[in-house]
Antibody, heavy 121, light 109 residues
Framework: QVQLQESGPGLVKPSQTLSLTCTVS??????????WSWIRQHPGKGLEWIGY???????YYNPSLKSRVTISVDTSKNQFSLKLSSVTAADTAVYYC?????????????WGQGTMVTVSS | QSALTQPPSASGSPGQSVTISCTGT?????????VSWYQQHPGKAPKLMIY???KRPSGVPDRFSGSKSGNTASLTVSGLQAEDEADYYC?????????FGGGTKLTVL
């Protein structure tokens, strides 16, 4: 059974770069048909799609965040990562990694537990 | 890329049915049959309840159903139970992107 686990600093200073990693267990990130995604949720608010990556490295980003976002994949470690630059307090949120099963469900079928990131000096 | 529009709240008594709407545009909801719905309990990660407008993943009760008409998708929860009280989010494919709705808090009275 595939599981996802986010990891990274819970506190980031304004103007710095937020970096998170999602480790995939129970399956290979190189399996075709899946887009590996980052989604965030501001405190008390709704979900916001950040972007996703295919195992080959193809990426798609939310246009509103595109200038600050980089998603990468490390197939040797079965991990994918998120970098969000020039953060402000508005980037304080719970960050989820999720699997987008584009080959069968066209939906986010597996989610990590989420990790809270606070942007503050 | 604007968020899909959902009512902020919905409610119903146990045993009743409630429907939550999700309105987008022809560039997302109306343009593709790739609408999904997620249930989120407080402090938990979202859970997939409906995919491709009306299909249920294994393990999701058939009390949950989905539909779509034009640019609006809907989630119906029949035979409401206490454990259905949660936030519900719709999502749609939008041409290489994904977009979410603002969420609806479902209260079981």
């Amino acid at each position: 059974q595939v599981q996802l686990q986010e990891s990274g600093p819970g506190l980031v200073k304004p103007s710095q770069t937020l970096s998170l990693t999602c480790t995939v267990s129970g399956g290979s990130i190189s399996s075709g048909g899946y887009y590996w995604s980052w989604i965030r949720q501001h405190p008390g608010k709704g979900l916001e799609w950040i972007g996703y990556i295919y195992y080959s490295g193809s990426t798609y980003y939310n246009p509103s965040l595109k200038s600050r976002v980089t998603i990468s994949v490390d197939t040797s470690k079965n991990q994918f990562s998120l970098k969000l630059s020039s953060v402000t307090a508005a980037d304080t949120a719970v960050y989820y990694c999720a699997r987008d099963d584009s080959s069968a469900l066209d939906a986010f079928d597996i989610w990590g537990q989420g990790t809270m990131v606070t942007v503050s000096s | 890329q604007s968020a899909l529009t959902q009512p902020p709240s919905a409610s119903g008594s146990p045993g009743q049915s409630v429907t939550i709407s999700c309105t987008g545009t022809s560039s997302d909801v109306g343009g593709y049959n790739y609408v999904s719905w997620y249930q989120q309990h407080p402090g938990k990660a979202p859970k997939l309840m409906i995919y491709e407008v009306s299909k249920r993943p294994s393990g999701v009760p058939d009390r949950f159903s989905g539909s779509k008409s034009g640019n609006t998708a809907s989630l119906t929860v029949s035979g409401l139970q206490a454990e259905d009280e949660a936030d519900y989010y719709c999502s749609s494919y939008a041409g290489s992107h994904r977009v979410f709705g603002g969420g609806t808090k479902l209260t079981v009275l």
